[in-house]
């Protein structure tokens, strides 16, 4: 257990629905990332945030993918209008920004789309 | 834009026998350099890093990398091979600013053979 929890661990939905995931970070982690990992791959980047800002997103994070980070806390990442190729894990990674930067990962949010 | 390959989607070896899981990087910058493991069903653990300094690196459970900068490389090594090693090593890179998050491989499954 790295300290990095999200929920739900499994998400079933039916296509066209929204979805909403949750990560909280390690207390005083100023720094947030979500990756998506489909089977077989790496994770891959979709968004970073430095305590509330949202600083960067991936060109893979499409209009119907929205994350936020109020008072740089917890985050969470809705998927409007959910398509059967969103069916993935989505992972959330903390760290503290430092020389030697690490990412701790929670145990991923598992996405089937139906 | 940076990149990782790793050799071989799959690596079979016999319990105590060397584990070697091959990475190489492409980076326009000084990189950072990470492997992380995943058990089935789980999050990413890191097990070691490189970011400036001695450019071979130990890290949990035995395992350790060697950053060798002319080729490109940062192969994963472990001496004698457990089977609670069987899982999935994905090797990462970042450019140490954090905006762009890890770029992974796409991950090698090892197996440990009785």
């Not at chain 1, 947030?32 to 968004?47: K, M, S, V």
């Not at chain 2, 989607?9 to 319990?15: I, L, M, N, Q």
Request: net charge neutral; with cysteine.
């Amino acid at each position: 257990d790295t300290g990095v929890s999200q929920n739900p661990r499994h998400k079933i939905t039916k296509r066209g629905q929204n979805v909403t995931f949750r990560c909280d970070p390690i207390s005083e982690h100023n720094r947030l990332y979500w990756y998506r990992q489909t089977l077989g791959q790496g994770p891959e980047f979709l968004t970073y945030f430095q305590n509330e800002a949202q600083l960067e997103k991936s060109r893979l994070l499409s209009d119907r993918f929205s994350a936020e980070r109020p008072k740089g806390s917890f985050s969470t990442l809705e998927i409007q209008r959910t398509e059967q190729g969103d069916s993935a894990m989505y992972l959330c990674a903390t760290e503290v920004v430092t020389r030697q930067e690490t990412q701790y990962f929670g145990p991923g949010t598992r996405l089937l789309v139906l | 834009a940076q990149s990782v390959t790793q050799l071989g989607s799959h690596v079979s070896v016999s319990e105590g026998a060397l584990v070697l899981l091959r990475c190489n990087y492409s980076s326009s910058v000084p990189p950072y350099l990470f492997w992380y493991v995943q058990y089935p069903n789980q999050g990413l653990q890191l097990l070691l890093k490189y970011t400036t300094g001695a450019t071979l690196v130990k890290g949990i459970n035995g395992f350790e990398a060697e950053f060798k900068k002319s080729e490109t490389s940062f192969h994963l090594t472990k001496p004698s091979a457990h089977m609670s090693d069987a899982a999935e090593y994905f090797c990462a890179v970042s450019d140490g600013g954090g905006a762009d998050g890890l770029t992974f491989g796409k991950g090698t499954h090892l197996i440990i053979q009785p």
